[in-house]
């Protein structure tokens, strides 16, 4: 009898174990990042520390802009223009660190016809199963020089999850 309650228990524990490494309710960072995310959102954090948002506009009017996010941690973003015809960027390497996200950008020759603009690093602000928000954190690097400068109105965006 003690041997068949020991059994037990520890088939118990085993599919306890189980069930807990299946039922996750966010994946840890990086991997919550993966896969197609849809812009909502976007506007800039005024000096108040609030978000001042507006819906954000896509051009085509059947589908919306989106960053994609890979395992194998590239960026890209995918952007469709008033015919609704599809264009596809790589934006770089990403890497996380804590609530910081990363962007090694790819070398391309001018930034001005992307709708994306070239930041580099961002907080995260939000994640959960459908939701990320992400702020641009300046670093002076490779933008605007200004946009470094005291009183800088960092740039926010709201994405919701496709996949």
């Known amino acids: 009898m003690k041997t068949l309650k020991l059994g037990n228990t520890i088939l118990l524990i085993i599919v306890c174990m189980m069930l807990e490494s299946c039922i996750t309710l966010q994946q840890p960072l990086p991997n ?3 896969g197609n995310w ?3 959102e976007a506007g800039f954090l005024n000096k108040q520390s609030n978000s001042q ?14 960053l994609g996010f890979s395992s194998d941690h590239k960026m890209k973003l995918r ?3 008033e015919s609704c ?3 596809e960027y790589f934006i770089g390497h990403y890497q996380v660190n804590g609530k910081i996200l990363t962007v090694d950008l790819a070398e391309s020759h001018s930034y001005q016809d992307r709708p994306f603009p ?3 690093k961002f907080r995260i602000m939000q994640i959960d199963a459908t939701t ?3 702020e641009e954190i300046p670093d002076g690097s490779r933008r605007n020089r200004d946009r470094a400068r005291p009183g800088f109105e960092p740039l926010i965006f ?3 999850k496709l996949d």
């Open 132 to 134: 990320l928000k992400l």
């Open 32 to 34: 919550s990042l993966w």
């Open 85 to 87: 015809m599809i264009y």
């Open 79 to 81: 952007w469709y223009d």
């Open 38 to 40: 849809t812009f909502e």
């Open 118 to 120: 070239p930041i580099t």
């Open 53 to 66: 948002l507006e819906p954000y506009q896509n051009i085509c009017h059947k589908e919306g802009d989106r």
């Open 158 to 160: 709201i994405l919701k």
